[in-house]
């Protein structure tokens, strides 16, 4: 059968999708909740890539589509888009969050401490083969510390920024506020777009680019000030008494990276990545991006625009994809130039 | 007064899918695209339920241009049974109740993908192409600020140059479907990767022309009566796909665009354009059909026997 | 006239007199001064060289001249422009494809090494807005002629040819239209000596018999020597000496003229 089915178009193609969705019928909604409950970093990926706070819906997203991870960002953000805008949030400050994990590598401790939180950073990677078997899982009882970590540790860098080590460093919060999914991005980007698009990249080019930045390419030689792990309250004005309240809570991470300044004056500069979930693999290399993109000179490939267009999960995966589709028009016109060029005289027997 | 208070269960969808401010949006971009031809308006595109590079550009002009008097065709590779094509035109169906064609001298607008119909179409219908790549240079300046700047500076040296390199390496210029054109003698347009054949159908067309581009953010137009002119040297005569001789096999056709279909012991021909051929077959077996008129053809070209 | 001429507009009113003047020619970046008040005047068909060590503003002068960046202060009458600085973005564009030409240093800089030799200088007129392939090869091949460039690998991409044939390309390239000014960047500095000596023997042909007006930057006094009339010397972005290649070189008066003199020869 053609690929363009001569009246069977519609028909194939709802075939193809009733085949691809048969593992939904025995979905139940426990199973979802599973999902959630026990592939939660994962789910944190696609609310981070789909830029929506949803951890039900992500999971419902990823049963969907079978795990293709991709597809499932693109259910959430096609879903995201038909929902209606009812009010912009406070700002996030370190003051409504309750910070779960929050470590630095700069400095072996400081201020409210360096808090582990769940990791698995220093365990070892050996499967629990014991799963398989219905025996359940031994673990040691996780003991309370007689001095818990503060509610929300402060960050370093404004301990750094009183040492006058900070390069520049704004006084107070920008109060522009652009929108990447209403207003078309530019370059050289604002800061607050650049921003956005980082905490929403895929994970995997945000890994690529920022690993060939870490080796060498236009090295930064980052430092992590800190990797935040955390859940903050999501506050709204109440429309009528205007009183500040909570309608929820999500989860949050972000990490701060150091690195020299790239100048005449002597100082650090700051990188930054924040994203909802918790995704610790793109926050660093999102941070440490943030600072190679400003590096002068930089290799072409970690430069802002060629950074950010290409670590857009939506439009690459999309276009990566859409080469299945047909392109025989294209192709008969790309064999008529070869064919041609193959029989060709030389240019200037062709022009006289 | 609780949180629920102040939102509503979405049930249904907006007419045309789109919210009523991303198609205004889209509109305004229109607008402007319109006013100056040729000219990348930059928008922002709405993600929609289907996968960016497969006609969310064209699908968001689409659902912000049709209305409840509309008719809708949808095509690809000039094919309406196409897949792809398929699926849009169902998307649009569902999200307006909008009535459907195969028929292009029926349809008010025509969403295509690579393809122009082979009638022309006439004042009042918009034709809505699907864009992968926006940008002529995109092939050899591939950094979009610095592309913009080029086409502010009207300096497309940098195209002419690739013209250039093919005739004095190869004796031919090289490239197939998207050969860049220029508009009303000012900015340089990719076409969108319709075959050379097609773009006659550009130039000072009694249609409008509207071409968008989803994942790239960008939309542009043609007005009616506008001049489209593919980047050609004055002394190298600009060459469309070389198809004489080329019969199509099932209506016996010896003009328009066809598809060349591999046998196990050679090859056939059939016209690429579905409703067209649908059409000609009617004819062929004495049933009405109302067949539109045969598009303009290249001026002075040699071998463009179509 | 040439066949390249012919794309040009009208014919330029003669000048009598200066071809180029500069005045109070300022660049500041930053906290730095790169130029400090340099002014000059250029002759038809002469060569002015200009000689100072890495760091004197020189380069920078020269690219000041080809419109590259906008000086902080400065005035340059060109051929019948009034004041290259003061005109716009696209007026300086078109004066820039149509009437300087410039040779640099790298190749890299003034070619695309990986388009053929002769669509390099096809570009330039490209720009110009030629449109007959018939033109571009042939005013390519009596540039790349002119430039003393082998025609049987005029098609060939910069990037497999030696530094001395690049440098040929460039030229070729500047000249192509017939500029004005011909503006070199130390256009023979890291080519083998006996390279150097071919290529600048290229120069000389070109300028004895096209009358090309230039200004030849470098810190090589033997090229200077070889091909500048009078001859500027730079120091901390200022003019500290002018005057005829061979008097200044011959007896300079400056104690930095008369250290670079000693040092070099």
Redo the contacts between chains.
Sequence with gaps: MAYVAARGGEQAIQNAEALALRHLQTVRPEDIAWVEEHLSLLVDRVMGEGSLYAPQLAALALAQSGGDLAEAVLLLRAYRSTQPRIALAQPVTDASLTTVRRVSAAFKDLPGGQHLGPTLDYSHRTLRLELLNGTALQLPQVQQHPHPAPRSAPGIAGWLRQDGLLGTWPDSPSTELPDITRDPLTYPAPRGARLQSLARAETGGLLALGYSNMVGYSGVHPTVAEVRLAHTEVLLTHPVTGALFSAGRARVSRAEILAPLHSETTGLSLGMCGTLGWNETKLIAGGVLDLAMDTPNVHPALKEEFVLNHTESVEASGFCLHFKLPHYVTFASELDRLRSAGTALP??EV?? | MKLADLTHARTDYNYAFLDEHAKREVRRALLKAVAVPGYQVPYASREVPMARGWGTGGLQVTLSIIGESSRLKVIDQGADDSVNAANLRRFVARMTGVQTTTDALEATVIQSRHRIPEEELQTGQVLVLQVPLPDPFSYVEPSRSLARELHA?S?Y??L??RL??D???HGEVLTGADHPVLVQGHYVMAPSPIPRYDLAALHQAHHLTLLSAGREKRLYAVPPYTDVLPLA????PFQIERQQGWVCQQSGAQHGFMNEVPQEDGRSYVLSDTGYLEKLLRQKRGEPAIIGARRKSQQDQPGSAL | MTLASSLLLPPQLLQVGALLEVSGLQMVYGRVSAVRGVSFELYPGEVLGIVGESGSGKSTVLRLLNLEERPSAGTYRLAHHQDLFALS??EQ?AARVRDIGIVYQNPHLGL?LR??S??NI??RM??AGE????V??EVARASLSASEFPLIRM?DPPQVLSGGMQQRVQLAKAIALEPQLLLLDEPTTGLDVSVQARVLDTLRHLQSERAVSMIIVSHDLGVIRTLADRVLVMRHGQVVERGLTDQVLEDPQHPYTQQLVHAKL
Excluded: I, P
């Excluded at chain 2, 040297?233 to 190298?236: G, Q, S």
């Excluded at chain 3, 449109?131 to 018939?134: A, D, I, L, S």
């Design positions: 240019s200037e022009t006289s | 500076d300096d040296a940098l002419w140059l250039y390199e005739l004095t390496l040297f004055d002394d190298v | 973005r696209q564009r695309r388009y053929s002769s669509g096809a570009e490209l720009t449109r007959r392939f018939r571009l090869r098609d």
